[in-house]
């Protein structure tokens, strides 16, 4: 079912009526080396049920074992979320059958969990901040993967069969719970994005995810409920399962907002459930009913002991704490010179990382922002995707800065070296050769052209003796045409400046 084939509430009407209550479970993927509770590799990208084992496919006999890495890096979220470190937690068994969980439970965390209230402050897009109350950072293993066939975008809304891929079955996962989000009201979809946001951007800065939304390595589910302008009673919520972009995480939000509105208003039940997101539409669809803890049987798990986190050890994690993002965009904003206003676009377009990886590698941020923020920026929106994923590396845009700054490309031969890139040619120096971009040097050959422009133009050429200096446009521009681009400008400028003299 699409957005269109549901009656929908005016968001302005839903507000007048109705106050949303949003939490939201962000699950992220840990970039260990193996996974979880067994010695298979945890990378992704392997062929389908190669990065298995007896533990992870739930083999008799098989015994887990907890990666020691794992427990480490989930203590250094907890800390960076401003969370307490239980010194010591248990994993739980959550049971429950379905066709990606081989062992028909999960290895989790129940009620003691690893790290529990926190806090996260994120900043809305005008710089209004907002303080997000953490409930729970928990560990567990992320189950396998289920790839649907027959449905719209491999979705399991119309899917005809599934195909099963245990390979992400017990990859380390942090799942993390925010406390019920309440009074945000219209921003409550900019308040989701704002926190996925900055929680994407924190577990990225300490280095234990990649955080790839579109790879599945950082999944959100969004639960929503509303209640009647002025009554304090949380109503029956609804829990969209894995949303997979930022873009999506406030448009599910927006959507469950003017759907659940409707429906109340007309006099039917909200019911307990999951929903899919549909990323062709923004819209949300009917998934199963959503189950209580009760129906899980949670029990803790015989065969792994308690995790134990001496205060000793947590001070020595978060010792190695790095910079936090927030903390660093305020000190990138002072060096840069940066208004508020700039900062926030920066952000807001996933620019600023970029940016600040490109100066690392040895441009200025002026040379970094005139790329990722006007050329790149709009190759992303014509392919329709973030500007991170658009095909092109901080150092491959530092490469042709270089390029250019050492007179070797100029601005158009540097963007056609990275269109090359985009389309998958190789790296910048690669494309380069292939198709021959380099600046020419040959003077004979650009003095050439510049005699033969001259000769062509003696009305620009009078014009040019008579005093008026800003008519050789025209003969720089057939030079370059002449050369396909390639000629140096200040070289041709110098040379029509010699022989006007």
């Known amino acids: 079912m699409t957005a269109a084939m549901y009656e929908l509430m005016d968001y302005d009407e839903v507000l007048e009526k109705y106050d949303p209550v949003m939490g939201l479970e962000v699950h992220v993927e840990l970039a260990t080396e193996t996974k979880m509770f067994s010695a298979s590799s945890a990378h992704f990208g392997a062929d389908p049920n190669t990065n298995v084992d007896p533990t992870s496919l739930g083999l008799p006999g098989a015994l887990p074992v907890v990666n020691a890495k794992g427990v480490e890096w989930a203590i250094k979220i907890g800390l960076a979320l401003n969370c307490s470190i239980a010194e010591s937690s248990r994993f739980a068994r959550k049971n429950y059958f379905y066709p990606d969980q081989p062992k028909n439970y999960q290895i989790s965390q129940y009620d003691e969990p690893i790290a529990y209230d ?15 109350e953490i409930e729970r950072a928990h560990m567990e293993e992320d189950t396998g993967k289920l790839t649907h066939l027959g449905g719209a975008d491999g979705r399991i809304t119309g899917a005809t069969a599934s195909l099963v891929d245990c390979n992400r079955a017990g990859v380390p996962l942090i799942e993390i719970v925010t406390k019920p989000i309440e009074g945000a009201g219209e921003r409550a979809p900019e308040v989701a994005r704002a926190y996925v946001t900055a929680l994407r951007e924190l577990v990225k800065a300490l280095g234990v995810s990649d955080a790839r939304m579109d790879q599945g390595s950082m999944r959100v589910d969004s639960n929503l409920s509303l209640r009647p302008v002025g009554t304090t009673e949380f109503g029956t919520r609804t829990e969209t399962k894995n949303i997979n972009s930022l873009k999506s995480v406030e448009q599910a939000v927006r959507f469950e907002m003017q759907r659940q509105a409707y429906c109340l208003e007309n006099g039917e039940e909200i019911v307990q459930e999951t929903r899919h997101y549909q990323e062709t539409d923004g819209s949300t669809s009917k998934g199963r009913p959503k189950e209580t803890s009760a129906d899980y049987r949670y029990f803790n798990d015989p065969d792994l002991p308690p995790v134990i986190a001496p205060r000793e050890w947590v001070e020595e994690i978060r010792a190695t704490l790095p910079e936090l993002p927030w903390v660093r965009r305020a000190r990138i904003q002072e060096e840069w010179k940066l208004s508020d206003a ?48 658009v095909g092109v590396s901080p150092t491959q845009v530092a490469r042709v800065v270089a390029l250019v ?63 008026n200096h800003k008519v ?14 390639k000629a140096d400008p200040a070289q041709v400028n110098k040379l029509i400046a010699e022989k006007l003299a």
């Open 405 to 467: 700054n050492e007179g070797k490309l100029t601005n158009k031969l540097a963007r056609q070296a990275i269109d090359g890139v985009l389309a998958g040619e190789g790296d910048v120096d690669e494309v380069i050769k292939a198709r021959g971009l380099e600046v020419v040097r040959d003077d004979g050959a650009i003095e050439k052209a510049v005699d033969e422009a001259l000769a062509a133009n003696p009305d620009i050429v009078e014009k040019y003796r008579a005093g």
């Open 472 to 485: 050789t446009g025209a003969i720089v521009g057939a030079v370059m045409k002449a050369t396909r681009g």
């Open 342 to 389: 700039e900062m926030r676009d920066l952000v807001n377009a996933g620019a600023l990382e970029l940016i600040i990886a490109t100066v690392e590698e040895g441009t200025t941020p002026d040379e970094a922002r005139a790329w990722w923020v006007s050329y790149l920026s709009q190759k992303a929106n014509q392919a329709g995707v973030e500007l991170e994923g």
């Open 118 to 132: 926190g806090y996260l402050d994120v900043v809305l897009d005008d710089g209004t901040p907002w303080r997000i």
